[in-house]
Nanobody
Framework: QVQLVESGGGLVQAGGSLRLSCAAS????????MGWFRQAPGKEREFVAA????????YYADSVKGRFTISRDNAKNTVFLQMNSLKPDDTAVYYC??????????????????WGQGTQVTVSS
């Protein structure tokens, strides 16, 4: 069982930056692949980024590649999402998720078993 708590969301102007954090409970954090997803009003939840257990391999949605960076600190049971050059289209509730490393579809929400409550990110134009 893993409990996830996101923080770091807020209101920022276009072109600005935010850093999201996701703190995990439990002693098995390093055994999970971690992901970030987002959901805008009236839209489906979409994949943003994912990171392997060790942190050596990362994946990004095309829409955020080059602007967002996912990282993790297994000693602190925390995963981060550094978001730069934010755009109004990035406005959404951002969720972190934990799932088994062996599921191949890292970009699909059903590959993750545990979810945080979400944190709101609003980018003004």
């Amino acid at each position: 069982q893993v409990q996830l708590v996101e923080s770091g969301g807020g209101l920022v102007q276009a072109g600005g930056s935010l850093r999201l954090s996701c703190a995990a409970s439990g002693r098995t954090f390093s055994s999970y692949r971690m992901g970030w997803f987002r959901q805008a009003p009236g839209k489906e939840r979409e994949f943003v980024a994912a990171i392997s257990r060790s942190g050596e391999v990362t994946y990004y949605a095309d829409s955020v590649k080059g602007r967002f960076t996912i990282s993790r600190d297994n000693a602190k049971n925390t995963v981060f999402l550094q978001m730069n050059s934010l755009k109004p289209d990035d406005t959404a509730v951002y969720y972190c998720a934990a799932g088994p490393y062996y599921r191949p579809t890292y970009y699909y929400h059903t590959s993750y078993d545990y979810w945080g409550q979400g944190t709101q990110v609003t980018v003004s134009s």
